[in-house]
């Protein structure tokens, strides 16, 4: 579909009637075959007849070329359920129709919006803005193929308009990601954590948001409507998340159930949250100790809970409390074996707690308890496509 | 005479140009985490085969992906600290079987005489936990006096039927004698109680919750010994914990190597 041959079968002797092949998805070696990748390929058809008089023929033509697309921007009108890209193409010969299709990374049919898919299939070059949904639990490339008709056939044997081949471009898309550092809590590590969430990468132009200095739970709230990946590093106790100044009444994030919200307060609800949390992948609510108690200490398990019944795929925080200096460097380390190198988050959580010991001396001081619901879940593929 | 020196450099040559061949051929794994891999899978280094991994952003630990047979294993290994972490990523996350804790323990006890040389009374196993994860969770740490820990660190986590998951190691070759630290404890104490208060705020409460000396500390630049003190804040404890951390030869107040800022933890 890029424009590049992968295979030529050679079909010495074809008789008259229908003739079939079956492509068996193997692509040559050496040294031995092998699966061709998974992607979207065409084919294209040459006959050539072997008479004195000679002929050759195909079923498609090349009319298309130099497809490029760029500039993605998430869709402000819409939270990124749906996004734009500048898609660029050539058309060598006139087309009626010409139209593009949107292939999801899982290779399912995507919908592309606002009647942009009927392009301008005019001879020369060509530039239009393309809008379409973007599934935020299937990220990765998605491809923009052009199809298209001859708008006159009169040149060809049977006078009959043939397709052309179809070209394409792949737009790689990054879940949104995002950091909330609460007020007060010493992490030197989280500009480096979020760094590694993609947080800072202006490129792909993804809603990321980083809190740093004085959050406000509103504020998490919103961006948590916009990302696939949350690392939440509050003050934690057994009822809450404190995203303001903590020891106070005000900024707590809750799973409380049939309690409204304060805003006066900044307090703030997960089951009350007037979205669903079906588009996250991943949070993480790193709380720093509260030695309220000797029950006290770690993440509450509504919050966990209500994250989870709200539709995230994954949620995870620790059972007790954690001292905030290897909690943090526990974060940083979880994080970087998760985005970069691609473990699961159960290895993740093993690599971080042996670079903890590493680190303090001191045993794994709380963190060994990191609990998620889904310890085989992998974040990179979502984060970094393919 | 000349004709021997013109030989000399020949070889040298030769090897010079064997060597360049070899690092070119795949990456080399660092002796100390060849050592620590080969004594817990027992094999040469020979059975190892190298795949780099792709350089980690944030720290300049080397790193590398190693294959023996089926298995799978991440390889960290940081020169500057002396710590190396392997990490077993084939042959699932969880097993169905679980031996328990005793059983654990036992095989994590032999793992570690097998992969430490010269196991001395001064090793103490600090911690033995079963994991949410799956698997079990063991720490050695040596101490020579209570408290006093010399930075040699050994943690073992095996799945639950007792496979190793992962083995992680800082060796500690040389540190300073506990009879040669300048800052004893109570003025550590003295210190430190100090600069939580500071950093506390005015009429804030600290109390001291935990105190290590680390004759070789990874925090510090140098690896020099440190005091770690962890001091609960306010009367209610609804307030982060404070790390302090002071160097026991200078008395003063030092930041983890990491740390962005002064006081950041």
């Excluded at chain 1, 990054?174 to 030197?188: C, I, K, R, T």
């Excluded at chain 1, 079906?278 to 919050?303: I, T």
């Excluded at chain 2, 940081?78 to 084939?90: D, P």
Aim: with cysteine.
């Amino acid at each position: 579909m890029f424009g590049f041959e992968v295979l030529t079968v050679p079909l010495d002797y074809l008789s008259l009637g229908n003739c079939s092949y079956l492509w068996d998805g193997k692509l040559p070696g050496p040294p031995e075959s092998f699966d061709a990748p998974k992607g979207i390929y065409t084919s294209k058809v040459e006959i050539y007849c072997p008479f004195p008089m000679g002929c050759e023929d195909t079923d498609k033509v090349p009319a298309i070329s130099n497809v490029s697309v760029g500039q993605f921007a998430w869709d402000e009108d819409g939270f990124p359920d749906r996004a734009s890209v500048t898609l660029v193409y050539t058309c060598t010969q006139a087309l009626q129709p010409c139209q593009l299709q949107l292939v999801k990374p899982d290779l399912t049919d995507g919908v592309v919006l606002d009647g942009t898919d009927v392009l301008d299939g005019t001879v020369g070059q060509h530039s239009v803005s393309v809008h379409f949904e973007v599934d935020r639990q299937v990220l990765g490339n998605y491809h923009f193929v052009i199809t298209g008709t001859q708008a006159d056939g009169s040149g060809n044997r049977n006078g009959s308009p043939k397709p052309a081949i179809p070209r394409g471009a792949v737009q790689v898309i990054w879940a949104p990601a995002v950091g909330v550092l609460g007020a007060g809590v010493s992490n030197s590590h989280f500009s480096d954590t979020v760094t590694l969430m993609g947080a800072t990468d202006a490129a792909t132009q993804t809603h990321y948001a980083a809190y740093e200095g004085w959050p406000t739970v509103l504020a998490t709230r919103d961006a948590m409507r916009q990302a696939a990946v949350v690392y939440i590093d509050g003050h934690a106790n057994q009822f809450e998340i404190a995203i303001s100044e903590h020891g106070t009444e005000h900024g707590h994030l809750t799973g409380f159930a049939n309690i409204p919200d304060v805003p006066t307060y900044d307090n703030y609800h997960i089951p009350n949250f007037p979205f669903e949390l079906d588009h996250v992948l991943f949070v993480f609510y790193n709380g720093c100790n509260s030695w309220c108690a000797p029950a006290d200490g770690g993440v509450a398990q509504d919050l966990v809970s209500s994250t989870l019944a709200k539709g995230a795929k994954n949620c995870a925080g620790f059972q007790t409390t954690v001292g905030m200096a290897t909690a943090s460097f526990f974060g940083w380390k979880f994080f970087e074996y998760a985005l970069v190198h691609g473990f699961s988050i159960g290895y993740a959580d093993m690599a971080a707690i042996a670079d903890v010991n590493q680190e303090f001396m001191l045993g794994p001081d709380g963190v060994e308890t990191f609990t998620a619901d889904d310890y085989g879940q992998v974040l990179k593929p979502a984060r970094w496509g393919e | 005479m000349h004709r021997a020196c013109l030989y000399i450099i020949l070889v040298a040559l030769l090897a010079l140009g064997w060597l360049l061949l070899e690092a070119g051929a795949q990456p080399s794994l660092p002796p100390m985490a060849r050592e620590l891999l080969c004594r817990a899978l027992h094999c040469q280094a020979d059975e190892l085969v190298m795949k780099p991994a792709e350089a980690a952003r944030t720290d300049k630990a080397d790193r590398f992906r190693v294959e023996r047979g089926d298995d799978t294993f991440f390889v960290t290994s940081a020169a500057t600290t002396g710590g190396v972490s392997i990490l077993r990523t084939s042959g699932g996350l969880a097993a169905t079987e679980d031996i328990g804790l005793s059983a654990a323990r036992e095989v994590a006890t032999t793992l570690f005489h097998q992969v430490v040389a010269n196991v001395d009374d001064r090793m103490r196993l600090i911690s033995q936990k079963q994991l949410p994860v799956g698997g079990y969770l063991f720490v050695w740490r040596q101490e020579c006096a209570p408290d006093v820990a010399t930075g040699d660190v050994t943690t073992i986590i095996l799945d639950g039927d007792g496979a190793l998951k992962s083995l992680s190691r800082r060796h500690v070759m040389r540190t300073v004698d506990l009879q040669d630290i300048k800052i004893d404890r109570p003025t550590a104490l003295e210190t430190g109680a100090r600069i939580a208060t500071k950093r506390a705020g005015e009429g804030v409460r600290v109390v001291l919750r935990q105190s290590l000396l680390v004759l070789s500390s990874p925090l510090t630049v140098d690896q020099g010994p440190l005091w770690q003190l962890t001091y609960q804040v306010g009367s209610e404890g609804r307030l982060p914990d404070i790390l302090v951390l002071i160097d026991a030869m200078s008395g003063a107040e030092v930041y983890p190597v990491w740390s962005a800022q002064p006081g950041a933890q």
